[in-house]
């Protein structure tokens, strides 16, 4: 079992729907999650970052966390076609080091 | 503006070549990090610096070397050794302590020719 699980879709949705993005994880000793938003040929950027378990709510996006059930998600609202890219979630263990660890990223499509 | 500058965006390497990646980051940022990603595939860590004159290899360091002899510059070299380098290469940087909040390089597409 991978240690990061995440769709890769593609996921096509029609502008304004609510979208959910999910990844699950196997080892309980992560402790940060990120998701970060991909664009074509671009550096991805960095969307949501929470530390341990609960939501995060910015705008439009809302990360959420469940370390009960090792899975995180990123809810969209009124998803817009400027957020078709790949989102990749991303996830760290606790303490001064380690790395993070990828998810292979879910690919969007938000049809106008 | 700050940010992270990889150059060039389009590499092609011939058989038996060593080639260099450039990145330069202008955040004052500590920690440095290469990252490949293959299509339909998440990032996988290369190398990373979390100060100058030292890096560490991540998880796939065979066939590439690093330098790091100034805080703004990371350049990666991807070897001969490297048997499979066609990938889309990230350079990002951070914050010390702030592992989680990379800033990315806008990549360099390496092929093979």
């Known amino acids: 079992q991978k240690e990061v699980e995440q769709d890769p879709g593609p996921l096509s949705v029609p502008e304004g729907a609510i979208v959910s993005l999910n990844c699950t994880y196997s080892?309980?000793?992560?402790?940060?999650f990120m998701w970060y938003r991909q664009y074509s040929r671009k550096g991805p950027e960095l969307l949501m970052y929470t530390y341990s378990s609960g939501n995060k709510e910015d705008g439009r996006f809302t990360a959420q966390v469940d370390k009960s059930s090792k899975y995180i998600s990123l809810f969209i609202r009124d998803s817009q076609p400027s957020d078709s890219a790949t989102y990749l979630c991303a996830m760290r263990y606790g303490g001064s080091q380690g790395n993070l660890i990828f998810g292979k990223g879910t690919k969007l499509s938000v049809k106008p | 503006d700050g940010g992270i500058t990889q150059s060039p965006k389009y590499l092609f390497r011939k058989e038996g070549q060593n080639v260099t990646l450039s990145c330069e980051q202008n955040l004052n940022h500590d920690a440095m990090y290469w990252y490949r990603q293959d299509p339909g595939q998440g990032l996988r860590l290369i190398y990373y610096?979390?100060?100058?004159?030292?890096?560490q290899k991540g998880d796939i360091a065979e066939g590439y070397s690093v330098s790091r002899e100034k805080k703004e510059s990371f350049p990666l070299t991807v070897t001969s050794a490297q048997k499979n380098p066609t990938a889309f290469y990230l350079c990002?940087?951070?914050?010390?302590?702030?592992?989680?909040?990379?800033?990315f390089g806008s990549g360099t597409q390496l092929s093979v020719l």
């Open positions: 080892n309980s000793a992560f402790q940060y």
């Open positions: 610096s979390q100060i100058v004159n030292d890096f």
């Open positions: 990002a940087s951070s914050e010390q302590g702030g592992y989680e909040k990379l800033f």
